[in-house]
């Protein structure tokens, strides 16, 4: 099979997050090896639609491991299937994935490999509809793509937000104050979940746990009864009280998932300070969660999906995306993760582990 693949295509999908690059490079570089020529796609499907791509060799993925962000630049705003453009003053959706595959065949791509998240595979999963041979990569830092345990870039997220909840600690002490710390994630709570309990939070909040204010409250003002003085709280930004509803920062109608969260600190932060009288503030830690360098365990990760990626290629193994479970990494038919989203359970250890150490999770 692996001499039929003269040419393969890269593209890095959605947000971004670190331990893309590391990815690019793995891949790039077995199949360069394996003899095959490797192009790079700018910004995600966005480059597909618009036809932009680059050749990449051996010099152009040398030292970007340990590098965030992704040299071939990102799009969370362009699926092929669903693609907005202007008419007539408004933004409408068009189906351009024949656009996408006669761009694929002049650029003489045999196959593809697409790296991203639930959204990415969402249109992964739409082009191999129309024919064409794609192996997936799972990231995001949200850990929220379904059939695998880990996505590559969520440790490196609660590694910097961990940090983050670290140096709030302080200056909550100091100032004897309740902080509130919205972590991104959507409508996972992985990313608080797991930066909470590695930080030491007081109580945590996730999309999974529908959380009562007067919980949240009673729980602040316990500490202060036992001489604590102060209060943490990692609020997943998909957070939701009980009865109400997610908060919706900002709507893009450009895009094909158009939700942004965003608020859940704000919300939280006040109403405490009103029901508790304690000081309270909001800290929105927002996109700095996606930035720096990729831990080592991403390293790893990124480097054996990339690598597996490769595999896939080399054996023919079209419409699978690299997984990891049990610890093992593996691979799955892309349709299968499309349109889902891998939520924490609610007897999840980590729940379990938080609430034996007294962590609140506002129930
Ligand atoms: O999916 C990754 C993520 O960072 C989410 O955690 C967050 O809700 C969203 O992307 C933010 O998107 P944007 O970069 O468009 O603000």
């Known amino acids: 099979m692996s001499n039929k693949l003269k040419r393969i295509g890269i593209l890095t999908g959605g947000g971004d997050c670190p331990g893309l690059n590391a990815v690019i490079r793995a891949v790039t570089k077995a199949a360069l090896s394996g003899g095959m020529e490797v192009v790079g796609i700018a910004d995600g499907y966005l480059g597909l639609i618009e036809n932009r791509y680059r050749p990449l060799t051996f010099d152009d993925v040398s030292s970007i491991l340990t590098q965030g962000g992704t040299i071939l630049g990102a799009c969370n705003k362009s699926n092929p299937a669903r693609y907005a453009v202007r008419e007539d003053g408004r933004w409408v959706m068009r189906d351009v994935r024949d656009r996408v595959v006669r761009h694929c065949e002049q650029a003489g791509l045999d196959a593809l490999v697409i790296i991203g998240g639930d959204g990415t595979m969402s249109g992964a999963a739409d082009l191999i509809e129309r024919g064409l041979n794609v192996v ?41 104050r309740v902080m509130v710390v919205e972590l991104m994630g959507r409508y996972a709570g992985w990313l608080a979940l797991h930066a909470g309990i590695a930080g030491g939070a007081d109580v945590i909040l996730i999309p999974e746990i529908p959380f009562d204010l007067e919980k949240v409250a009673e729980a602040c003002t316990r500490r202060n009864k036992h001489g604590r003085g102060f209060t943490i709280v990692a609020a997943g930004e998909g957070a939701k009280p009980l009865g109400g509803e997610q908060i919706v920062d900002r709507v893009y109608e450009d895009s094909p998932d158009p939700i942004r969260l965003g608020g859940v600190a704000k919300f939280v932060s006040d109403r405490i300070e009103q029901m508790t009288r304690l000081d309270s503030r909001a800290i929105v830690l927002g996109h700095v969660q996606r930035g720096g360098t990729p831990t080592p365990r991403d390293r790893v990760l ?12 080399r054996t023919g193994g079209f419409g699978r995306v690299v997984v990891e479970t049990e610890g093992r990494i593996d691979s799955i038919p892309i349709p299968d ?7 924490v359970p609610p007897d999840h250890i980590g729940i379990q582990a938080a609430r034996a150490v007294k962590t609140s999770f506002g129930d």
Do not use: M
Not at 140 to 151: E, S, V
Not at 302 to 313: P, S
Not at 337 to 343: E, G, I, L, M, S
């Open 136 to 176: 997936g990569v799972p990231k995001t830092i949200d850990n929220d793509l379904w059939g695998t345990d880990i996505t590559f870039g969520h440790d490196s997220a609660v590694n910097t937000a961990t940090d983050a909840i670290d140096k709030v600690h302080t200056t909550a002490s100091s100032h004897h």
């Open 302 to 313: 990124a480097t054996q999906f990339g690598y597996h990626a490769y595999e896939l290629l």
């Open 337 to 343: 993760v499309a349109d889902k989203v891998r939520t």
